[in-house]
């Protein structure tokens, strides 16, 4: 762990008097679900898309029916997230509804349902511990101390120079490569949007990762820090050798025989059709 890089962060941070980060701590919508008017966050603001997601959305708009355009709405909020520096206001919001035909209600709905969409600003880099039992068990207090301590903030508190806010999902789905964090990287936009899984962390590799993020730079390893799957640590007990059988079909064989059975169907059709027209030929005459 980088000592200096740590000490920095706390500098600029903080904790004790970070008055912004404490307030801002619960508007999360894993918390309390209350708009509050704010200079960059206030229905009377303008919000669209760029030109580049325009054609994006629209693209998903286009894979439903005109009359289930709203089921849209998850992927296009999602867009819209990744273009607004990670959080959704409400003025973004009312512009989806507008697109969807919807009331603004119904948008306000899903982004204060889902954790995965942001209600008030986060830093450039997301950084999510997981917190469900598996990774409690392996650790994860113990990283979310780390990046805490490293940072200068708590849980839901970003970095004073907005580059890392740290949060908390609740199971990732690698639980067999427990502790793990996620990243949302928002520095490039949607355009070069990443959301990361890092598994297998110890407190000295989880702020090894964030120092690399810090730099600009992408981790050298995501997924697991010393697995290449999901598999027990010492190694996989199953399916080392080839299977004893029985074995599938030939597939390829089976195609073959299928497609020749329909040519066959196809030709004895057109044969018996043939042979109707001419019999109804020598009906009439």
Same mark, same amino acid.
């Given at each position: 762990?980088?000592?200096?890089?740590? *000490?920095?962060?706390?500098?600029?941070?903080?904790m004790n008097n970070n008055t912004n980060n404490n307030n801002d701590k619960k508007n999360y919508s894993?918390?309390?679900?209350?708009?509050?008017?704010?200079?960059?966050?206030?229905?009377?603001?303008?919000?669209?898309?760029?030109?580049?997601?325009?054609?994006?959305?629209?693209?998903?708009?286009?894979?439903?029916?005109?009359?289930?355009?709203? =089921?849209?709405?998850? $992927?296009?909020?999602?867009?819209?997230?990744?273009?607004? &520096?990670?959080?959704?206001?409400? =003025?973004?919001? &009312?512009?989806?509804?507008?697109?969807?035909?919807? /009331?603004?209600?119904?948008?306000?709905?899903?982004?204060?349902? #889902? =954790?995965?969409? &942001?209600?008030?600003?986060?830093?450039?880099?997301?950084?999510?511990?997981?917190?469900?039992? $598996?990774?409690?068990?392996?650790?994860?207090?113990?990283?979310? +101390? @780390?990046?805490?301590?490293?940072?200068?903030?708590?849980?839901?508190?970003?970095?004073?120079?907005?580059?890392?806010?740290?949060?908390?999902?609740?199971?990732?789905?690698?639980?067999?490569?427990?502790?793990?964090?996620?990243?949302?990287?928002?520095?490039?936009?949607?355009?070069?949007?990443? #959301?990361?899984?890092?598994?297998?962390?110890? $407190?000295?590799?989880?702020?090894?990762?964030?120092?690399?993020?810090?730099?600009?730079?992408?981790?050298?390893?995501?997924?697991?820090?010393?697995?290449?799957? /999901?598999? $027990?640590? =010492?190694?996989?007990?199953?399916?080392n050798s080839d299977p004893p059988g029985p074995n599938c079909r030939d597939l390829q064989k089976?195609?073959?025989?299928?497609?020749?059975?329909?040519?066959?169907?196809?030709?004895?059709? *057109?044969?018996?059709?043939?042979?109707?027209?001419? @019999?109804?030929?020598?009906?009439? +005459?």
């Open positions: 762990m980088n000592k200096n890089t740590t *000490a920095t962060y706390k500098e600029k941070n903080n894993v918390g309390l679900m209350v708009h509050r008017d704010t200079a960059e966050n206030n229905s009377e603001m303008k919000w669209s898309f760029n030109k580049e997601n325009e054609k994006i959305v629209q693209e998903i708009i286009e894979r439903y029916p005109k009359n289930y355009k709203r =089921s849209a709405m998850i $992927p296009m909020l999602d867009i819209a997230q990744q273009q607004n &520096n990670g959080f959704l206001t409400v =003025s973004l919001m &009312n512009h989806v509804a507008e697109i969807l035909e919807v /009331a603004p209600i119904r948008v306000y709905e899903v982004a204060t349902f #889902y =954790s995965m969409f &942001n209600r008030t600003k986060v830093g450039a880099y997301h950084v999510m511990v997981c917190g469900t039992t $598996p990774c409690m068990l392996r650790g994860a207090r113990d990283i979310e +101390k @780390a990046l805490s301590d490293h940072l200068g903030v708590k849980k839901f508190e970003t970095t004073r120079d907005g580059k890392f806010t740290l949060g908390e999902m609740e199971c990732m789905g690698c639980c067999v490569n427990a502790p793990m964090i996620a990243v949302a990287d928002y520095t490039g936009g949607v355009e070069k949007y990443t #959301y990361n899984y890092y598994e297998d962390l110890t $407190p000295e590799t989880a702020v090894s990762i964030v120092q690399t993020l810090a730099q600009g730079k992408v981790p050298k390893k995501i997924g697991s820090q010393i697995r290449n799957k /999901a598999e $027990p640590l =010492s190694g996989t007990t199953t399916l089976l195609k073959q025989e299928l497609e020749a059975a329909a040519k066959q169907a196809a030709a004895d059709a *057109a044969a018996a059709k043939a042979a109707a027209a001419a @019999a109804a030929g020598a009906d009439k +005459k």
